[in-house]
């Protein structure tokens, strides 16, 4: 398995409180990635990274922030949690971002948002 | 752009019994296209992958899935399933250096 680990695994916080997700790789991966899953909708990517310090926006970035200033760590923030943010998160990592390079994916975060 | 319509949300099969599930796709540039598997309370896992050649290609757990450029299809099957299939499965699509786009899930439940 992919050294990828996600924390926390489980969250329950409040609506305006500030969430920061953190996912942390072992495999020098130069590509790091946020994803979201919801019923009905797959996953759709948030926001992703291609080096330190270097991030770029996915198909549904508002309300979400994101920060990599190692390679192997890759945050997530949700500046004001608000309830249309329940979800459960997925990091995933790849190699590069060219022809068929696999994504490797986190165990996932639930995050509730009351 | 690319796009994956999974057209089924649920497929529920008895065991040992055969199973597709169907994945359509559009894309204006040539395609790389992925099935992963998700357990329950798992992240996703990759079952096999199509870049290039031919275009039946096997992965793990006895899976296969069909490439078919002229139907902008690439279905999943298993000859005989069984209750430790029972999972989300997700087709995905890539285009070059686009990033990987997501079907909504076809979620499979093995009933003995």
């Known amino acids: 398995d992919a050294g990828i680990t996600q924390s926390p695994r489980h969250k329950v916080t409040e609506t305006g409180t500030p969430v920061t997700l953190r996912c942390h790789q072992t495999e020098n991966h130069r590509y790091m990635y946020w994803y979201r899953q919801d019923p009905g909708h797959g996953l759709r990517l948030i926001h992703y990274?291609?080096?330190?310090?270097?991030?770029d926006k996915g198909e549904v970035s508002d309300g979400y922030s994101v920060s990599r200033s190692k390679t192997e760590d890759f945050l997530l923030t949700l500046e004001s949690a608000t309830s249309s943010q329940t979800s459960v998160y997925f990091c995933a990592i790849s190699e590069g971002l060219a022809g068929g390079n696999e994504q490797f994916f986190g165990p996932g975060t639930r995050l509730t948002v009351l | 752009a690319q796009s994956v319509t999974q057209l089924d949300s649920q497929v529920p099969v008895f065991e040992e019994a055969p199973v597709e599930l169907r994945c359509n796709y559009s894309?204006?540039?040539?395609?790389?296209l992925f099935w992963y598997v998700q357990y329950p309370n798992q992240g996703l896992q990759l079952l096999l992958k199509y870049l290039s050649g031919s275009t039946l290609v096997k992965g793990i757990n006895g899976f296969e899935a069909e490439f078919n450029k002229s139907q902008t299809s690439f279905h999943l099957r298993k000859p005989s399933v069984h209750i430790s299939d029972t999972a989300e499965y997700f087709c995905a699509v890539k285009g070059g250096s686009e990033k990987l786009v997501f079907g909504k899930g076809t979620k499979l439940t093995v009933n003995p």
């Open positions: 894309s204006s540039v040539s395609v790389y």
């Open positions: 990274s291609y080096g330190v310090k270097d991030t």
